[in-house]
């Protein structure tokens, strides 16, 4: 009776699902610090496509996916919502100076505090 030798399954790969999870995770910690989550929730999409395409660990890049589609979608609300308070107050026809368009900002954008910058609108008579 000859003895068969003890097959090991294939080790699964999971270094691209593992990446795509750990760019969703610094995706949100990025977002809420600095901002700057978009750009890493666009590189974990990436990353996601392709380890569901090659099913490198794919559970891993669907969760990693998810929390940077999360973040990118809420990135894109955040600047959308951002951009439709700031609009307004660039318009130089309706507030022709620094001060009148820093005044607008104070009033619609809850975080804004304007700052004096000499010689911003040109010398004072």
């Not at 890493?40 to 940077?68: E, F």
Request: with cysteine; hydrophobic share 50%; net charge positive.
């Amino acid at each position: 009776m000859a003895y068969q030798p003890a097959g090991y399954p294939p080790q699964q790969r999971r270094g691209l699902g593992i990446a795509a999870l750990v760019l969703g995770i610094v995706a949100i910690i990025t977002l809420l610090l600095c901002g700057l989550g978009a750009v890493v929730a666009i590189v974990g999409i990436v990353i996601g496509i392709i380890a569901v395409a090659r099913n490198n660990g794919r559970g891993l890049a669907v969760t990693g996916l998810a929390l940077s589609t999360v973040t990118l979608v809420a990135a894109i609300g955040v600047g959308v919502w951002f951009f439709s308070r700031v609009s307004p107050c660039a318009d130089r026809t309706r507030y022709p100076t620094k001060a009148d368009r820093d005044h607008c900002l104070e009033g619609r954008v809850p975080f804004f505090k304007a700052t004096a910058t000499p010689g911003a609108d040109g010398p004072r008579p």
